[in-house]
């Protein structure tokens, strides 16, 4: 459902586009573009995206999926306003915001998930282990690493709970940027991107 800024029916909105706030993270577009195809939507999907930051996913999902529910996950009050913002600025309504620290917080939300978007979290096995037991069958994870750590550690995780159709994905992304009289490129930071389901 296109929202008067963003009137197409594509993701990837432009990051420019939402509000921001210094030193809170936003997933780039093209990283962004590729979250939402691991997380293989369905028109009424319930999404937990769990270190919401900016909202950039909670955003897109929603404008994605209308019949379907978002619950974004953050711990702090002002992060949690700026998603509010952006929903509001898309004129996203089904997306609710809970203030909480994952995992102690996952038991208390209002709805069960079918897909689980976790791109914060400093106790990643412990958020993954809760996460597991409300996951339905065929449900899917999907988790963003930054570093080697958090990248093993997931890994080491998904093998604990024998995660089936696991995909991992790092992205390699330039963007064309003028600087002073120049055009260059400019990459944006490399990410993995680790997917896969529940089958019991």
Not at 53 to 76: F, M, N, S, Y
Not at 82 to 109: M, Q, T
Not at 119 to 148: M, S
Request: glycine letters at 8%; proline letters at 8%; hydrophobic letters at 40%.
């Amino acid at each position: 459902m296109p929202s008067p800024i963003w009137p197409y029916i594509t993701p990837g909105i432009p990051d420019d586009l939402f509000d921001r706030l210094p030193g809170i993270p936003l997933s780039k577009r093209e990283v962004r573009l590729l979250l939402i195809s691991h997380l293989r939507l369905i028109p009424d999907t319930i999404l937990w995206d769990i270190g919401a930051g900016t909202g950039t996913i909670p955003v897109e999902v929603g404008l994605l999926c209308p019949q379907g529910k978002i619950i974004a996950v953050e711990r702090d009050e002002e992060v949690a306003g700026l998603i509010r913002r952006n929903c509001d600025r898309f004129s996203v309504p089904n997306v609710d915001i809970i203030i909480g620290s994952a995992p102690e917080c996952l038991k208390d939300l209002p709805a069960r998930p079918n897909r689980v978007c976790i791109e914060g979290g400093r106790p990643i096995k412990d958020i993954l282990f809760e996460v597991w037991h409300y996951l339905p069958h065929q449900g899917r994870v999907v988790v963003t690493a930054g570093n080697l750590e958090t990248l093993y550690s997931v890994s080491e995780t998904f093998a604990q709970l024998q995660v089936r159709n696991i995909e991992v994905v790092q992205s390699a992304v330039n963007r064309l940027e003028k600087r002073g009289n120049h055009q260059t490129f400019a990459a944006v930071d490399p990410i993995f991107i680790l997917s896969g389901e529940k089958l019991e």
